[in-house]
């Protein structure tokens, strides 16, 4: 285990019907909000006017900035720092998903900064203050409600690029598991892939002797997997959306699974690169890319996937050498996905090799990434390749 | 799973030689200091020579309240709200073990307050406020370094009482596994069983349908398990230091690993009424009396037993029924302890029959305890006269 340090302010109010409770947390904070959102699923849901109703009766002044892409994107940013300048806004509550909140975040850090807000993302400048922001969670996935991540498009120069700060956790975070019942089957899928997948980053890492930190991943890990079908077979499960939901925000709040560990990343940059050509979902990306990552990497550190292998999918020893124990590990998860609906293939989404080159150049533009083994260009495009 | 809020703001700086920042981190809430500890051990060990030289280099004002006991006393929490008040301090930092940071969240909370701070234990008075306070953790044990919660004795009336409050979470702790090396045998194995105890407070429980936080307590329990005896083998073991000191505040943050679900308490109530009078070491207590409370509980929800059995111990069901499953269970933590070197029977304290009535009396003082099964008079003395 590594020395860590640990820090995460964000409170979660969590339970059937507590999106009633936003009026009264974001009163704390503000009384001139920008309620940032996506389309149209909290329209049709009745989240949208539930929570315009209660905000205006509490006399709290709403400005609305709406369409934020799947990919959420640099200009729709600039506009909700643009809005929030012109009105005077002082709290920004994002309601929807990653994506959403992801937006949120840049916009909340944009507003107090006097450069172009891309510079955050592009290393050319830190996140030194934000906008406060609360967030409704409509999609169990990015863990972005209970984080200091935000992951945002340049559409116009094909760049997805992350930051990241202390400034832009949020103030609070409402995790209602009913509110995901509306989730389409598609968005289930990818977003419980999305979960397993910040796992992954963190779970298999070279770090040594970390025994709780790979028990908790493998505890996500082993929760998702036992509730993405019954979520699947009844979008309404109370028990199966709650405990995607957690499990959501318990991968990626703030790291607390994989501390003191060195973690990975080299799958979501890879992934980022897709979808910065090609606007896919990330957890779809993420689907097709894990296991030939995974595949590609395993003999780094084979007494990994071996744990992985027997621990979460419960594959037994049997007279099976470590590489059939770590492959059959990998094989499993490759299944489990495509038994739930997730594509296998870049193919899948009319993606050839034209632009492998470009995407793995990309990739690796400030040097190889990942840290379970690190990738250089050609590996990129190899993995790349083997996902096509 | 029910509905829960979850907010812990701690700031938590793991590793070795972390102890460093002490006056940094200090530095950010306050400029005269109460520095709260027990009695040789960080003096022996150079933590206090290294910690006073750290703040007087940062130019930090130091006032000291030494002497704090194992079961931290009222009248010693009195004369430290005394000093910080005639000497204006403005920040208070443990330095020490659970009785120490204890201590020092009731003298933060009782400075600001106008009347008696055992209101707080009592049910009198709620804390509204605190001083800021920080924590160096030296034993790996009750959490209270990433909690609001704190027990203080009334030595005179011999009343052991809890309190909490959001307003006195540690706004940093220092965890330093190497600080660790030097805690005695015995309360290696005594903070050990805390923190296996404060799981079982939460993993014992009838809420259904939270396979998450059950994995989380088995998690923490199989990692303390698997570290305890390297930890006694070589009190040096960084390994096994690092993991024991990380169990323990995860086993209880602020109830991270039970959102959502109603906890027992009962094994912790009832042994605060045996160490209110014998003044034994509190997870010494909890070594007697849980294994007895399990044994006498059991029965009102079996599965979760046999899950406990099954995925903590490792025992195969076999042609075992779920009783027997569920006993052995039971009966591996019981040998363990016994392994370890804890104590089995309160006789092994010289404690005998004559108070019984006296603690089962004092135990439900404001009702029945406990979730798992609701205990009356009648039941805690049964569990205590088992414990004998």
Known sequence: MNSFQFHNPTRIVFGEGETRRVAEL???????????????????????????????????????????????????????????????VDFILAVGGGSVIDAAKAIAAGVP?????????????RIQK??????????????????????????DAKLKRGSGSPHIYPKFSILDPTVTYSVPRNHT????????????????????????????????????????EPALSNPNDSVARANLMWSGT?????????????TDWATHGIEHEVSAIYDIPHGAGLAVLFPNWMKYVYKERIDRFVQYAQRV???????????????????????????????SRLADFGIGADQLDRMAEEAVRYGEIGNFKRLGQQDVRNILEMSL
């Not at 922001?133 to 559409?155: K, Y």
């Not at 899928?189 to 930190?213: A, C, R, W």
Request: charged residues 20%; glycine residues 10%.
């Open 26 to 88: 974001t009163a704390t904070y503000g009384r001139n909000v920008l309620l940032v959102y996506g389309g149209n699923s909290i329209k049709a849901n009745g989240l949208y006017d539930q929570t315009i109703d209660l905000l205006k009766q509490a006399d709290i002044e709403v400005h609305e900035l709406a369409g934020i892409e799947p990919n959420p994107r640099l200009s729709t940013v600039q506009k909700g720092i643009d809005i929030c300048r012109r009105e005077g």
């Open 189 to 228: 899928v990818y977003g419980s892939i999305d979960i397993m997948s910040h796992v992954f980053e963190q779970y298999f890492s070279l770090t040594k002797n970390t025994p709780l930190q790979e028990r908790l991943c493998e505890s996500i890990l082993q929760t998702v997997i036992e509730n993405v």
């Open 313 to 343: 999918w419960g594959i037994q020893r049997d007279d099976r050498t470590d590489d059939e124990l770590a492959l059959a590990g990998i094989e499993a998860t490759r299944a489990f996905f495509t038994r739930i609906g997730a594509e």
């Open 130 to 155: 934000a906008l406060p922001l609360g967030t409704i969670l409509t999609l169990a996935a990015t863990g972005s409600e209970m984080n200091g991540n935000t992951v945002i498009s340049h559409w």
């Open 250 to 262: 318990m991968a990626l709040n703030g790291g607390l699974i994989s501390v003191g560990v060195h």
């Open 113 to 125: 900064y006097d450069g172009d807000v891309w510079d955050f993302f592009v290393g050319k400048a």
